[in-house]
Structure formats: C-alpha cells, structure tokens
C-alpha cells in the first residue's frame, strides 16, 4: 500500500483477517498512508465495534510484514493491534520482528 488515505471505517482501517482457511499473506508493505479515525462504529459509543483501530492484525498467519512512514491518528483503541493468539506464540513474533 502507498500514500492511500484510510478514514473513518466503522472498523479497522487496515485489517489482516482469517477468513476460510487462514492463509499465508507474506511480503507485504504499507507505508506513506494517513490511517485516520478509524474503529467507532454507528458513533462514539465505549462499546468496541468488534475489530477497531488502525491496523489490526488478526490473523497470526502472516510473514515478513513492514509498517513504516504512516501518519495515525485518532484511531480506536489503538493504531496498531494484534490478535491475543499471538500472545501464545510471542517469542516468534519477537524474534520475527528483530531478524530484520
């Protein structure tokens, strides 16, 4: 993805999902975006609109993603997020992110 903006979704703006199988999505680059707004759903309620945020990356199925040079800004939650399975498997993603 390149210099794309993203506002205003009800959910994520960017979303990694796990439909039917799961996948691989490997060597993927986003960067240069303005990810804006993003996860209140039908208003400004507390209650989350299921996945919310910025990026949230929910499938745990993914390889050598890079995130860089992105403006957030007043995402839900969080600009960028992860699913709790990855916290089974933390030390991969760790070291996955350090390899680099």
Not at 42 to 59: A, D, H, L
Not at 63 to 92: A, M, P
Request: charged share 20%; aromatic share 12%.
């Amino acid at each position: 993805m390149g210099e794309y903006v993203n506002t205003d979704n009800l959910g994520s703006g960017i979303l990694f999902g796990r439909w039917h199988d799961d996948n691989l999505r490997k060597d993927i680059l986003i960067e240069h975006n303005t990810i804006h707004h993003n996860g209140y759903g039908q208003g400004e309620s507390e209650s989350p609109y299921w996945v919310t945020g910025g990026i949230y990356f929910y499938s745990t199925n993914i390889q050598n993603v890079t995130v860089r040079n992105n403006i957030f800004s007043v995402n839900k939650y969080c600009d960028i997020g992860h699913s709790d399975d990855y916290l089974s498997g933390w030390r991969n993603v760790a070291r996955n992110h350090h390899s680099k």
